[in-house]
């Protein structure tokens, strides 16, 4: 019987993301992060891997506990104003959005 070690699951959450087979990839990614909690790499991934499989209010959850812990996290910004356009909520996108735009020096 293999024994799977926390680097082993992210790899294969990593796999799967790659393959777009984005619930499994949450489904790892959760294992990760109840063993590596303040891992803001493995919460962004889990929040990407909710985006992409339309959890919307997970993914949202997720990007506010990254912003909690790192507000000048410019990507989680950007995701989470796409989060909420995504569930139709987009006055409460624009000033996320308008953030992550500032950070990075970029045109949204």
Not at 5 to 19: I, L, P
Request: glycine share 4%; net charge negative; aromatic share 8%.
């Amino acid at each position: 019987m293999a024994v799977h070690n926390t680097a082993d699951e992210y790899r294969m959450a990593m796999f799967y993301f790659d393959s777009k087979a984005y619930t499994d990839a949450a489904r790892l990614l959760e294992g990760v992060l109840a063993e590596e909690p303040a891992n803001l790499s493995v919460r962004l991934m889990l929040a990407r891997s909710y985006f992409h499989s339309a959890q919307l209010r997970r993914a949202e959850a997720e990007l506010n506990r990254i912003l909690e812990a790192d507000p000048a996290e410019d990507y989680a910004r950007l995701m989470l104003g796409r989060t909420l356009e995504r569930q139709g909520r987009a006055e409460e996108a624009r000033p996320h959005l308008r953030l992550a735009a500032a950070m990075t020096g970029e045109n949204l």
